[in-house]
T-cell receptor, first 113, second 111 residues
Framework: DGGITQSPKYLFRKEGQNVTLSCEQN?????MYWYRQDPGQGLRLIYY???????QKGDIAEGYSVSREKKESFPLTVTSAQKNPTAFYLC????????????FGPGTRLTVL | QKEVEQNSGPLSVPEGAIASLNCTYS??????FFWYRQYSGKSPELIMF????GDKEDGRFTAQLNKASQYVSLLIRDSQPSDSATYLC???????????FGTGTKLQVIP
């Protein structure tokens, strides 16, 4: 089945620790995205990548880092520099081009203890 | 700052009625418009997209776009309790891969 997978589903982190969230897709999509969603708020873009080995900052990139070494994978690292990391993290992918419908993975819920 | 505005709701409609969800956007250069449904605790699911002025129908869903008024709406006919969710409007600027999301409208369909 084609789709986007994210792991883990739930993640608990102590303050001061870096954590990496996994995102994998087998849709053969070129573009991948990371969003953050806080209660009662919309999705805010953290980073996005249109091709392998290239990525751009979104609206709230501070305290986060990404890599895009393979087309299928776009991991997100939440560093200790991110002041309020507790949130629901969503990965999405799309084809490149004019219409850009984005499809989402199931999400990772990160809680900082 | 490009904005996408939605009434947060909740919008309550009786089962079988038409639910009308509205969205306005600030960037006149926007070219692609999307509606996502998000159940509580789950990820967004794409239900409609529209690129041209006018109406686009898919089953019980109709998306309406008016670029002159910078307005996009979603109509849900014969609303069912299973339609109860938050509906996110998303807008893509012309020439860019980035999409801006609204904060969503919570819909409650009352049996």
């Amino acid at each position: 089945d084609g789709g986007i997978t994210q792991s883990p589903k739930y993640l608990f982190r102590k303050e001061g620790q870096n954590v990496t969230l996994s995102c994998e897709q087998n849709l053969n999509h070129d573009a991948m995205y990371w969003y953050r969603q806080d209660p009662g708020q919309g999705l805010r873009l953290i980073y996005y990548s249109q091709i392998v080995n290239d990525f751009q900052k979104g609206d709230i990139a501070e305290g986060y880092s990404v890599s895009r070494e393979k087309k299928e994978s776009f991991p997100l690292t939440v560093t200790s520099a991110q002041k309020n990391p507790t949130a629901f993290y969503l990965c999405a992918s799309s084809i490149r081009g004019q219409y850009n419908e984005q499809f989402f993975g199931p999400g990772t819920r990160l809680t900082v203890l | 700052q490009k904005e996408v505005e939605q009434n947060s709701g909740p919008l309550s409609v009786p089962e079988g009625a038409i639910a009308s969800l509205n969205c306005t956007y600030s960037d006149r250069g926007s070219q692609s418009f999307f509606w996502y449904r998000q159940y509580s605790g789950k990820s967004p699911e794409l239900i409609m997209f529209i690129y041209s002025n006018g109406d686009k129908e898919d089953g019980r869903f109709t998306a309406q776009l008016n670029k002159a008024s910078q307005y996009v709406s979603l109509l849900i006919r014969d609303s069912q309790p299973s339609d109860s969710a938050t509906y996110l409007c998303a807008v893509r600027e012309g020439g860019y891969q980035k999409v801006t999301f609204g904060t969503g409208t919570k819909l409650q369909v009352i049996p």
